[in-house]
């Protein structure tokens, strides 16, 4: 907040914490109590609390966002349909933001919270749910559903591989998804359970072929340099991601690191970040010795291959 040079903040979600705060001050009250909210110099005001029903929030208003709709058919409306995730990867942030636990909206009101933004003139929506697929029932219903709606719309997702089934894959195609972010990170399994993953690179396979299978795209991440990371895994990531025929591929060298997270307490045990630091400015995991080499290797690697990215 010093750094913004912000009178006020909320920690966490705001649909709930910011009309009581209008109110209040509308209201000349105390803002004491009021969940999540921070004053500058002065601290937390009240303990920050989860929505419990995501069901009980406002749909966004579409009309506001038709307002900036340029026309252009790239433009990308996000949606969510589910807040939390139980997975507790290594480096992940989302547990600290949206809780361990799984929230899920009820099907029925995303798809007209999709069917207003679709009338105001949007045609692809992007679900930044950190994974779509898990509860897999609970994708699978809404997918269904949004096949009975029968809106004209497209739309991509992220996937955590092998947590699916092809009657799932079959509905994401019918349903109308053309694109799936498969953020599999690393092809060596070592690698993977450092990284606290739940599947294998076996399991990236399986996940990637069913999807090529149905017609639709596969973008893919890794992340290299992390804790544990040799020349031989990241020789064995880039033959890996390779083997895959991706449509897409993103690399980073180098891992954020978040506060609260299982890759923070590494780097500080490495030496690499104070326990104190509060990590606001980027600080990045990296193997030291392998930074020149990863570079230069990547570089030369996606030299002739121009579905890459860096």
Sequence with gaps: MNYLEADMGIQGEGEMAFPILLDRIKQGADLTGTPGLYLR??????????????DTLSLPDAHISSLSYPG???RWMPVQTRRGCPMNCSYCSTATIEGYSIRKRRPE????????????????????????????????EFCRKLIERGLK??????????????EFIHLLARAGCMEVSLGFESGCERILRTMNKKYTPDAVRQTSEILKDFGIKRMGF??????GETRESVEQSLAFADSLNLDLLKITIGIRIYPHTALAKTAVDDGLILPEENLLFPRFYIVSKLKDWMHETVRVWMADRPHLMS
Excluded: M
């Excluded at 110099?41 to 995501?54: A, D, H, T």
């Excluded at 007209?112 to 749910?129: K, L, P």
């Excluded at 719309?153 to 092809?166: A, L």
């Excluded at 890794?222 to 804790?227: I, M």
């Design 222 to 227: 890794l992340l290299l340099g992390g804790p």
């Design 72 to 74: 252009d058919q790239e």
């Design 153 to 166: 719309i497209s739309w991509r997702c992220i996937f955590y591989p092998g947590k699916f089934d092809k």
């Design 41 to 54: 110099g002065l601290g937390l005001q009240g303990k920050r609390e989860f929505v419990k029903n995501l």
């Design 109 to 140: 009101l995303v798809i007209e919270e999709i069917a207003r933004h679709a009338d105001a003139g949007f045609q692809r929506f992007y679900f930044v749910d950190n994974t779509f697929n898990i509860p897999l029932p609970y994708a699978k």
